[in-house]
């Protein structure tokens, strides 16, 4: 592909290249959030008490709402493009805070106490985080799919690091990015999944000139430091905004920071999980949402034990051998599944049908398996039969979120890997199941879990907690 068939491709397809309209769709959408949460607060406060308070004078308050989005701007949440789903939901939830804590403070000034409305707003905070990160998926959705949401970007480099960078804009509805060209002298194609390539890296300035592009994302590990060095220099350099990609992309994570070694450049990184602070911070979050949901819950666990016990004959529970931390053996807790004689079943079925044992070697899954019971299919679908294993959080032998605990026999598919990601108790939920869930293969799985261990934080637990009641809803991957 020539530079004027590139002209005639991409002035029919792209007519602006700012994040304007990105930016403007989120402050409407963060207007409706928060107003949705205002509304849950006074009706919360109005459902326990009719005479308390007046439900529709929440619309007064509404005057509050342009502070919220000052905030909102100060935390750097517009235009809201490629931050990590941690870091927005960290951002959401502090500058949340902020806004209902000033209004509530600001309240109790002026009147000396704390009154129904106060507490009305308390019950906001409690609803606007997932509100706002709610309305935001569904913003991100409706951009992509209206052709409104992309940013248009240029990628250096079209081998694996190049590929992968286009992949993950194209198929990621949250990335903000949209790429319109790879520059690349090694691909020889003049296209990649429908992205043209242009086989000239110096054409930087040129593309700015012509089209405005704002963002290039360079991913070329083959380049060495001087060629890299005069790449940014004069070709790159014309961008108005650009991201590099390491080639060693696996060992970085969202919290690194750039350190100063007298001239010399360094990424700053730490494992998290191996400090105890952070392990006793994420113990006592387990202990504490196992307790206070389990209480919740009671009624439904109770239930669901009466189901499982009335619709096949069997115990309730089923205890399956896992490795936990550190290789540790535990018997992970589920509400029982399949018919009792479920091993045997499993073993003539891989002897008797060779596309099931590929399945079964694939991801230790198979999909409409005949071992399930019909109750149990229910559960699995839900993934109610893994209540249970808030038992094993309890017990130390689990995490509310972490690695899938796995099977002696898989300890080969994560190969050197398994004592690293391992280094840390499995979770009943995790990246991956929140990803894919059952749907993603080992080498998926090595990666989300590289990711985890490496970018842990409360607000990433939290992200993923919030994450896996959505994939949980949506039956995704699950059975």
Known sequence: MTLSDFDTWYRVRYHRTSSAIIAIAFIFSDLFAVMLSFGAGFFAVNLYDFAIINFKSFVTYWLYVPVFLLIFQVCNLYPGV??????????FTTASFMAHGGIILSRFIEDRELDAISVAFAVSFVF????????RSATHYLLRKKRLGGIPAVVYGGEALGKLVVDRLLDSVKTGYVPVLILSEKLEADAYREVPVLHDISLGPELVRRYNIKMAIVAMQELNEEELTRLLNHSVSAFRYNALIPDFFRATNIWMTVRDFDGLLGFLTSHRLKMGWNLAMKRFMDLSLTIIGGVLILPLLLLLALVVKVSSP?????????????GKPFKAYKFRSMAIDADARLRKLL????????????????????????????????????????????????SLVGPRPIVEDEVPKYGEDFKRIFSVKP????????????DTDYNERVLFDTYYLQSWSV?????ILYQTIIAVLRGRGAY
């Open 459 to 463: 607000w990433l637990d939290m992200w």
């Open 427 to 438: 979770g009943i939920s995790g990246l991956w199941q929140v990803s894919g869930r059952s």
């Open 128 to 135: 606007s985080t997932f509100m706002l990160l709610m309305c």
């Open 351 to 398: 002897e008797e049908h060779p596309a099931m044992r590929e399945e079964w070697e694939a991801s230790h899954k198979i999909k409409n398996d005949p071992r399930v019971t019909k109750v149990g299919r229910f559960l699995r679908r839900t993934s109610l039969d893994e209540l249970p294993q808030l038992i094993n959080v309890l017990k130390g032998e689990m």
């Open 314 to 326: 069997g115990p309730v529970l089923y205890g399956h051998g896992r490795l936990g931390c550190n």
């Open 82 to 91: 490629s931050l990590a789903p941690s870091e927005e939901f960290k951002l």
